[in-house]
DNA sequence: ACGTTTTTTAACCGTCTGGTACAAAACAGG
DNA sequence: CCTGTTTTGTACCAGACGGTTAAAAAACGT
């Protein structure tokens, strides 16, 4: 094992592919923010996370605050990608937002790096999403949806027509959050019964009735 | 302004108190870890929020952790003792349930700086809470006032009997700890609507009657 | 064949940061 | 007033960390 052998080892014969590189080391910088934070976040351990060097990071990103701003738009992204495909207009309302609810809950269950990015995002102030419009655009839909069936849901009288769509996405996202967010320190306090499989389909379904029950008419 | 009257400028003549030294740094790394999280706390910027040196705060917490771990404890001790206060024991159940929910949201509100310690917390993965028995009977009282509300909700009719007391506080915790944690992000995409003065105060009061139309016989 | 873009390698740096060594002042007990 | 213990001040360090630089080579578009 000479010195030849190792110093040009990748040097000879690689593909380019600046999309693919840029994906890895996006997902691995996600991986470090969600598990360490931003301050916390080493861009050393990004590297080792990735097939690529650090001057990678620095050549498409920038620096490390502009990193983090491509993964906080990244996840926003991906995340409401998979919200769209839910189709609930042909629902009524009341069935509707059941659907909506329950996905809503699993889909944030699911994608505790995301949670853990919009945490850390908010403890620094929440600048850099507001700073961003796209981020912004990408969760109208959401909300366009909820007006969608207060609508209809005032129509026919199944709803109340009182009712704020805004504050009702609030309601959701704070329920599904929470669920995540706290979950360390509400476990850690009051055991994990909640938490466990079982604790959590309870608590979605029974979280699921409440939310009914506050928006029938 | 010689260099004699500055170096030992404060050496000479000062007064001994630990507690009150104790105090002062807890306060100053309570602020400084609430606005930059615990990897962006600054152990010197502390230093500079106290009246005392950096010395100090080795002395007596040992290390960074150690002064996170005080500062965690202090927090929870100080919020809690204000809940305790609160005497529901009188009240009608459906009363003193939507006083402790609306003294919960506000509570919350007064005190950001818990929640956001809270937050940091979560983000490290609870840890340090998880080693601190005393934290975890500090929130007992919270779980046993709503104990005692469902079960005099149960005998005389006005609430649901298959309540549970332990899940009811995990929902006025997420609308409130939310309402808190989440503003820079929600407020940044979907507008301050929810989150200025008269808003809060609506939709504190909406969510009210929600939790009581959740748990009414 | 040639200029541009992407990638590799790898050494290097200025600054920040948690943490410590050492000594002096204050205090308590006798 | 002496003496041992506790509390405080000052100066300082070793390592980590974000970020840079330089040079070059492979790949690619044209």
Redesign the pocket.
Known sequence: MTDQE?????????????????KDILQAATREFADNGY?G????RIVQLT??????I???F????G?WRAVLEEAYTSIRAQETELDLADLPPLEALRKLFVFTFDHHRRNADFIRLVMIENIRGGHVLAASTKIRDLNRPVVAMLEDICRRGAEDGTLRPDLCPLQLHWELSALSFFNMSNRATFAGIFGAGLHDEAGQIRLRDSLAEQVLRAVRA
């Open positions: 190792k110093a040009p080892a990748k040097r000879a014969g690689w593909k380019r592919d600046p999309v693919k590189v840029q301050n976040g080493r861009i050393e097939e690529t060097s650090k001057r990678m620095y050549y498409y920038g620096d490390k605050e990193l």
